[in-house]
């Protein structure tokens, strides 16, 4: 007759401590708070080392990076790292020489001007499907309301963007940016499941990873990296870490291989070298590089 109280009162006391589900409302909301109260640093420098395999032969492209994260100014360098060490003409560019013939070769070639072009010698590298970068390190895809970056092509360009009073904040009533769903919690990792109320453009997370207990953000997928097609219309898979106080980006790459023509090709983002600074370091005296076209965060 005593036992089965006994074998009750057991149950009752594993009930108990059986922990509470977790509101994924209230952790989404906790994990905004700690990326808008980050400690960020003023400035950064950075690598982007852009890997893409599957197509003729695996490309490697790094790309130098300094960002002013106070003002969100990023400025890249329009050439790698690869094509600093070996020198050729920009990529991409299709040069066409145009070769001045004597008059009578000209007529002996039945032509009546003096000008013939020659065949392009800097043909686009078809493996070199996303060209020059400018990628924030402190991009959160919409984790935190979007902010606009900026892409300087130049130092003192990049320099007069920090004399720009900085937004400290913001007043008014919060709006709700997603649609908030726990999916599954494991070793203390929630996975949330994200949907765009608005703007889903810029509000990309559809997938997020939170230690429940610090409410770090440590992966997501997002929907688009970038500003151009196809990057922007895929989904990648994003990866976070923490330095000095701050959530920055590690690595990127799309779920699944993106389609370039004939080729589906895998691609991979890296954020390497990251140093944090407390001043700039660029100076207000550059020569100026020729507008690129960079792929960059909207």
Do not use: C
């Not at 390190?137 to 900085?166: H, I, K, S, W």
């Not at 997002?222 to 994003?238: K, L, M, S, T, Y």
């Amino acid at each position: 007759m005593t036992f089965r109280p006994l074998v009750a009162l057991a149950a009752l006391s594993f009930v108990h401590q059986t922990p509470a589900p977790i509101p994924a409302e209230a952790l989404f909301a906790h994990a905004v708070a700690v990326v808008a109260n980050d400690a960020f640093a003023p400035y950064a420098t950075y690598t982007v080392v852009v890997t893409v395999t599957g197509g003729a032969r695996p490309v490697v492209d790094s790309w130098t990076t300094t960002e002013d994260i106070t003002h969100g100014t990023v400025l890249a360098s329009s050439f790698s790292d690869e094509e600093r060490a070996e020198p050729t003409a920009p990529h991409g560019i299709n040069l066409v020489t145009r070769r001045r013939f004597p008059v009578a070769a000209v007529r002996s070639l039945d032509s009546m001007t003096p000008w013939v072009n020659s065949n392009p010698v800097n043909r686009e590298r078809p493996e070199d499907v996303v060209g020059p970068v400018a990628l924030a390190v402190d991009q959160n895809f919409g984790l935190t309301p979007p902010r606009a970056y900026r892409v300087a092509n130049d130092e003192r360009t990049a320099a007069a963007a920090a004399d720009e009073l900085a937004v400290i904040g913001r007043t008014g009533t919060t709006v709700t940016r997603y649609r908030v769903a726990l999916l599954d919690t494991e070793a203390g990792i929630a996975h949330l499941e994200l949907t765009p109320l608005r703007d889903p453009y810029h509000n990309r997370l559809r997938e997020l990873w939170v230690d429940t207990q610090t409410a770090h953000v440590l992966e997501a997928i997002v929907q688009g990296i970038g500003d151009r097609a196809p990057f922007d219309r895929v989904r990648w898979h994003v990866t976070f870490g923490r330095l000095q106080g701050a959530t920055y980006l590690t690595k990127a790459y799309p779920v699944e291989p993106i389609q370039f023509g004939r080729s589906a090709l895998q691609i991979s983002i890296a954020f390497e070298s990251v140093v944090l600074l407390s001043y700039s370091p660029m100076k207000t005296t550059f020569g100026i590089e020729a507008p690129v076209r960079y792929l960059r965060d909207p």
